[in-house]
């Protein structure tokens, strides 16, 4: 039997690294998308060094389409994609493209690396995408005139809004890839201790800290993922959302088609270049 091969984005720290050691353990061979070369070798290292280490800064859109062809030159099947790495941000910061860097870290970093892994996924009998999202989404908004939230930027609006493209991104997905082999999913980890609010200052960052207290283990935060990934009981099951091990109903929202086709064709300007950010600076 061919070794399943998985791809972990955000791989060397928190929930990404629990899922990686986890899906090691079942036998996967585990490409590690990581920002920071020392950390994730490192992590590479005391995980399995016979995991690959593929460098990535998922907020810009240049360095997702390098690394994703650096790992189709690598592999030419993939059986499963984990898009997990995220981060909030307590003001407005802008990406390389000039994109919110909420927007262009949790959404549209994810969307470009699953669109041009798509052919390659397509080659795995039984290929599972899993989306790690929030329940945070419930609440978001799409500004489609606004996506950088120049009015009114929040930190909780603007993650919102990334976590709901993403919710709305995998429903759509779903849908098109229905008559593939590929599958893909929405799995909400929970309140789980990671470190996603390294980007945030002031009271900012003491909240996070204080929410960190009651988080859960970040093993415990990757068993959902990886049981969406190794299911058998699950093949030929696509678009569903999971939440401690069990599916769970979406809320209305993430799973409105009209939307989500909305984004979806938004997205694809985006990452082809037909759609520019607007021309901002960081405040």
């Not at 994109?99 to 290929?127: I, R, V």
């Not at 939307?259 to 985006?270: N, T």
Request: proline residues 3%; positive net charge; glycine residues 8%.
């Amino acid at each position: 039997m061919k070794q399943p091969i998985a791809i972990v984005t955000g791989a060397n720290s928190g929930i990404g690294r629990a899922t990686t050691e986890a899906l090691t353990r079942k036998g996967f061979h585990v490409i590690m998308v990581c920002r920071d070369a020392a950390r994730g070798e490192a992590a590479r290292q005391a995980i399995s060094s016979d995991n690959d280490l593929v460098l990535c800064d998922l907020s810009s859109l240049r360095d997702v389409a390098r690394a994703a062809s650096e790992i189709r030159e690598r592999h030419p099947r993939i059986d499963a994609l984990v898009n997990n790495a995220g981060a909030v941000f307590d003001k407005r910061e802008f990406s390389v493209d000039g994109w919110e860097m909420s927007w262009a870290t949790n959404y549209l970093g994810p969307f470009a690396l699953t669109h041009a892994l798509l052919e390659t996924l397509e080659k795995s009998d039984d290929a599972r995408i899993a989306n790690v999202i929030s329940s945070i989404y419930k609440i978001g908004e799409i500004r489609f005139s606004d996506l950088n939230r120049a009015n009114n930027f929040r930190l909780f609006r603007a993650y919102a809004q990334a976590k709901l493209a993403l919710v709305l991104f995998t429903y759509e997905l779903s849908r098109r890839l229905s008559t593939t082999t590929v599958s893909a999913h929405c799995v909400d980890p929970g309140l789980v201790r990671t470190n996603i609010g390294t980007h945030t200052t002031g009271y900012q960052r003491w909240g996070w800290s204080v929410i960190n207290r009651f988080g859960r283990p970040p093993e415990h935060g990757a068993e959902t993922t990886v049981h969406v990934l190794t299911d058998k009981g699950l093949a030929g099951v696509s678009g569903a959302h999971f939440k401690n091990l069990r599916r769970i109903k979406a809320a209305p929202v993430g799973v409105d088609p009209e939307l989500a086709a909305r984004v979806w064709e938004m997205s694809v300007d985006i990452i082809e270049g037909r759609v520019q950010a607007p021309q901002e600076r960081s405040l």
